[in-house]
C-alpha cells in the first residue's frame, strides 16, 4: 500500500513540476510562434512585390500564376488607399491651373490666356470640351471617379498643360499574434507595417526618382502601380491567385515646367507626412545650413512640410518629367 501511495505522490509531483516548466515556458513558446508566422508574413509580402513587379511590367493582358501558403495569415484586396495628383506646363510660354472641381465643372486658368480647350481622359474614353472664353469654365457631364487626365490645349491644338488625378488600391497580408493583428500593405511599391501594440513602420517608399543628367538637366520619374483585386482571397493553405498586367498609362513624358504633385494616404494619418519628410530630407538640410540658392532637388510647393505638394527646384535647368501608371489584376 505504502508503495501505490509513494507512486501516486511521485506522479503529482511530476505533474506539478510539468505544469509549473509549462507556465514558465509557454509565453517563450508563443513568442516562437509569433515570430514564425511574422516571418512567413513577410516571406509572403516578398513573393507577392516580386510578382507584381514582374507582371506590371508584362505585355497588357498577360502574367503569371503562383501558390502561397496562408497557413497563418489572410490575404485581402485594399480599395482606395491612395489618391494621387500630377500636374505640369508643357510649355514656358504660359503657366496654367485647374482647380474649382465640382462633379460636373472645373475651371482652367491660364496666365496668358492661351488655353482655349480641354481632353479628358477617363476609364470611360476620352472627351473634349470648350472652355468658357469669359470665366474659364469647362462644363462637362463626366462621372470622374476612379482616374481621369486633362489635357490642356491653346488655339493651334498645341498641347500646353496636363493635370491628373489617379486612385490606387493595393493588397493587405494580416497574420494573428498574441498581442493582435500584424497588418502588412502593400501599395503602390511601398511597403507598409503595423503591429497592434507599435507604430506604423515604412519599410519601403512608393518609386520616386529623381537625377541630375550629365547632359544637362534633371529627371523627376514617378512609377505608380495600381492593383486591382477581382476576387475574394482568403486564407487557404494553398492560394492559387493569377497576377496579370492591365496595361499602363504614360501621361507625361518629356521636358515639363512647373511640375507639382501630392497624395493623400488613408492607411493611417501618419503615413502621408511621413512620405513628404522622406523626399524633403534633402530640401530640409539645405534650408538648415542655408543653401537653398544652390538646391537642385524635390522642393515644397507651398508649405515647407509639403503639405501643398512636392516640386522640383532646377535653378534654370531643364526639368524632364516621366510618369507612368502600370495597372495589376489579381485573381
Known amino acids: 500500500m505504502s508503495e501505490v501511495l509513494g507512486v501516486i505522490m511521485m506522479l503529482a509531483m511530476v505533474i506539478s513540476i510539468m505544469g509549473g516548466v509549462w507556465v514558465f515556458l509557454n509565453p517563450y513558446i508563443s513568442d516562437f510562434e509569433d515570430n514564425t508566422n511574422w516571418n512567413a508574413a513577410n516571406g509572403i509580402a516578398d513573393r507577392l512585390e516580386d510578382r507584381i513587379d ?27 488607399l491612395e489618391l494621387w495628383s500630377i500636374s505640369a506646363d508643357l510649355t514656358a510660354l504660359d503657366i496654367t491651373q485647374i482647380n474649382d472641381f465640382t462633379t460636373s465643372s472645373f475651371t482652367v486658368e491660364s496666365v496668358n490666356s492661351t488655353a482655349e480647350k480641354v481632353i479628358i481622359q477617363d476609364e470611360n474614353g476620352i472627351n473634349e470640351f470648350n472652355i468658357d472664353v469669359n470665366t474659364g469654365i469647362v462644363t462637362h457631364n463626366l462621372p470622374l471617379a476612379d482616374w481621369y487626365i486633362i489635357t490642356v490645349l491653346n488655339d493651334n491644338d498645341e498641347e500646353i498643360h496636363k493635370t491628373m488625378k489617379y486612385t490606387i488600391s493595393g493588397l493587405r497580408v494580416i497574420t494573428s499574434l498574441g498581442n493582435g493583428e500584424h497588418e502588412i500593405y502593400l501599395i503602390n511599391n511601398a511597403r507598409i507595417e503595423h503591429f497592434a501594440d507599435s507604430a506604423w513602420e515604412i519599410s519601403k517608399f512608393p518609386r520616386i526618382e529623381f537625377e541630375q543628367l550629365a547632359t544637362g538637366g534633371v529627371r523627376l520619374s514617378i512609377i505608380l502601380t495600381n492593383i486591382e483585386v477581382n476576387r475574394s482571397l482568403g486564407s487557404a493553405n494553398h492560394l492559387g491567385i493569377e497576377i496579370i498586367s492591365a496595361g499602363s498609362l504614360n501621361p507625361f513624358s518629356g521636358q515639363c515646367f512647373n511640375v507639382r504633385y501630392s497624395l493623400t494616404n488613408s492607411v493611417s494619418p501618419v503615413i502621408t507626412p511621413q512620405y513628404d519628410d522622406n523626399w524633403l530630407t534633402e530640401y530640409t538640410l539645405n534650408r538648415a545650413s542655408g543653401t537653398l540658392d544652390s538646391f537642385v532637388g524635390l522642393s515644397p510647393f507651398e ?27 489579381v485573381e
Open 303 to 329: 508649405r515647407a512640410s509639403g503639405a501643398d505638394g512636392i516640386s522640383v527646384s532646377s535653378i534654370g535647368l531643364p526639368v524632364y518629367f516621366d510618369v507612368s501608371i502600370n495597372e495589376v489584376l
Open 54 to 80: 514582374v507582371a506590371a511590367d508584362l505585355p497588357d493582358g498577360t502574367g503569371i500564376r503562383h501558390k502561397f501558403n496562408m497557413r497563418s495569415s489572410m490575404l485581402q484586396g485594399v480599395s482606395n
